[in-house]
């Protein structure tokens, strides 16, 4: 797998996409519509979060690729054969206040405090997982339409029907919207509203 293919991203000229799909692909297509005379603003965003991706467009097509394999996250990136003995866990030491009683619980339980503490965050992380995923993709909706619809009209409107649920009147509010863009916000809003009705 090359570096960033598991991140998916859809790209921008004005109000125009330009792509969608893998970071890589999506970074040489938008390499080549800037070469040919993109009016812009070219913006590129991740599906996942609607932030915006920082890709250095300068040089061959090549060169633009050669600068996103270096920036890969860690993730991606193949990893050394390791020793025997335990594995590095990427622990990090920070500071926590609790109350002694806390601080009693914790020590007679297996493991330790630290344990506990991890195995209480997991668990906790699943337990909310289909609200933090609605969270998120409620905020890459939102996130998007300031963006780009921000200066579009019924822009305020429309976002207060997609936090009301309305779907039919968000998308009425959104016909006079650029195709593009219009289509890419329903998308967003169709996934919220999906993660939202899954939680409950």
Known sequence: MRPHDSQTCTAFDG????ASGPLTDVALATKRAIDAGAAGPVLVFDDQSSLPVEIDFRGTPDEVLSRLALTAPEAD?????????????????????LLPRHWDWLASQPGGASATLRRLVEDARRGHHGHERARRSSEA???????MG????????????????????????????????????????????DDAVATT
């Open 77 to 97: 990136k193949p990893t050394t054969a390791r020793g025997p003995g335990r594995p590095k866990l990427g622990v990090v030491a920070r500071e926590i206040t």
């Open 15 to 18: 109000h125009r996409l330009i």
């Open 150 to 193: 921000g200066n579009l009209p019924h822009y305020e409107e429309a976002s207060r029907a997609y936090w009301r649920g309305e779907r039919e009147r968000f998308d009425e509010l959104l016909r006079d919207w650029p195709a593009d863009v219009r289509d890419h916000a329903r998308r967003l809003a169709a996934a919220s509203w």
């Open 141 to 147: 909706l939102d996130r998007f339409m300031q963006a």
